[in-house]
């Protein structure tokens, strides 16, 4: 059974950080480095939207919203998924949510941000 596990989330002040991870386990090592493995976010009354990706070549996707402040990055051997986010603003609070597009299209319950201004 896949399971992703997000972590490293809470109240933070603007301009703070916060380093967010996500644990992935049913999925061999092989098979995570063949993944391609996201962050999306949503808030209250909101869609959900992609922060960034990153595909099992490294190439990174990230949103404008955030391009210059967060980092996607994966340890494939750790088989997990991080988010590094600097600069934070009070528009980047939601629930983030990791997701592993493998063998299947998996989500965790996804980790709360809340930036207080």
């Known amino acids: 059974q896949v399971q992703l596990v997000e972590s490293g989330g809470g109240l933070v002040q603007d301009g703070g950080s916060l380093r967010l991870s996500c644990a992935v386990s049913g999925i061999s090592v092989s098979g995570v480095s063949r993944s391609y493995m996201g962050w999306y976010r949503q808030a209250p009354g909101k869609a959900r939207e992609l922060v960034a990706a990153i595909r099992s070549s490294g190439t990174t996707v990230t949103s404008d919203s955030v391009k210059g402040r967060f980092t996607i990055s994966r340890d494939n051997t750790k088989k997990t998924l991080y988010l590094q986010m600097n600069s934070l603003k009070p528009e980047d609070t939601a629930n983030y949510l990791c997701?592993?597009?493998?063998?299947?299209?998996?989500w965790g319950q996804g980790t709360q941000v809340t930036v207080s201004s």
């Open positions: 997701n592993v597009q493998s063998t299947g299209n998996y």
